[in-house]
């Protein structure tokens, strides 16, 4: 159940967590009584500049079986499923659900996972032709198993859209990729990719425990000629579920400060990259102050218009 009590005592951030995302949150849980007495005491927050807020809950589901219930009461078949994690996200945009995010053990991107992504994305999209991402997930198959693991899918039959997110380990992305979306490297499309990119690749290479996702959109029009890729930390905040700080006070402490570095690190390189302003920047880097609250991922996406920035954070 979401302590509605404790959200609304958490101090005000303008923009991350202001007394309008409360009010929100109260609306929500009047609209949705039965949902919110079910969820776990959670909630999350995406952000982007100008764009309107959602808000997240956090759901348990069924693991290790290839069926799936969506929010609308679709079922959907796929042998990902079997590899879900035990909880997904409901994200409302206006009081409106319009996405669930499911989060994957890491299954490697093969030919048999390939498949079965593309056959996701036409149960989502309603789009039977999955030719074109195909051919970029077949790019950005390893010849090794490791560089690239299924970790999201970012799924919205209202939009008709869905968003996968691929854990990066390599720190290139393949010409054929940039080719694949911009055509020529004189393109706009090209250019901003390979440039986020190549600075995105300098946190794949730190020492900070940095996680990197590559984002690849999919909708009922075809291969959205956007990439994105999610920062996180490899290693969470508190420690894992089911277990204390104290069970192993000395890993506990590595991985919480592992934590707090990449977190930090993602906010300054972002800054000072011009994707994060100064406003952001300023309680962000704050936020996991609060009791509970915890930085998600900053999303960065790059197409033909430049850049867009998107932040996901929350309290669990």
Request: aromatic letters at 10%.
């Amino acid at each position: 159940m979401v302590n509605l009590d404790h959200l609304m005592s958490i101090s005000d951030y303008p923009n991350l967590f202001s007394g309008e995302d409360k009010d929100a949150i109260k609306e929500l849980a009047e609209m949705y009584p039965d949902l919110f007495s079910s969820a776990n005491d959670s909630i999350g927050l995406i952000k982007t500049d100008g764009g309107v807020s959602q808000y997240g809950l956090k759901v348990n589901i069924p693991t290790g079986v290839e069926q799936y219930e969506y929010f609308d009461g679709h079922l959907g078949n796929n042998v990902l499923f079997k590899y879900l994690n035990k909880y997904k996200f409901l994200y409302f945009k206006n009081g409106v659900m319009t996405k669930e995010i499911l989060s994957f053990e890491g299954p490697p991107l093969i030919d048999p996972t390939i498949d079965a992504l593309c056959q996701l994305a036409t149960e989502v999209t309603g789009n039977t032709d999955t030719s074109s991402l195909r051919e970029v997930l077949k790019i950005l198959e390893p010849d090794e198993f490791g560089d690239y693991e299924i970790s999201t899918a970012d799924i919205s039959r209202v939009d008709k859209s869905i968003r996968i997110g691929l854990i990066k380990k390599s720190t290139s992305i393949p010409e054929e990729v940039l080719k694949l979306y911009g055509t020529r490297s004189n393109t706009k499309i090209y250019q901003n990719i390979q440039g986020v990119s190549q600075l995105v690749d300098t946190l794949i290479v730190d020492d900070e425990n940095n996680l990197v996702e590559i984002i690849l959109e999919f909708d009922s029009t075809g291969l959205v000629k956007e990439i994105g890729y999610a920062l996180s930390s490899e290693f969470m905040k508190d420690a894992p579920e089911g277990t204390t700080a104290q069970d192993n006070f000395p890993v506990y402490l590595e991985r919480h400060q592992s934590h707090n570095n990449a977190v930090a690190t993602i906010s300054s390189k972002t800054k000072e990259w011009y994707w994060l302003s100064d406003t952001w920047y300023n309680e962000i880097s704050v936020w996991e102050q609060q009791p509970k609250a915890v930085h998600g991922a900053t999303i960065i996406t790059a197409g033909h218009d430049g850049t867009k920035l998107e932040l996901v954070y929350g309290l669990d």
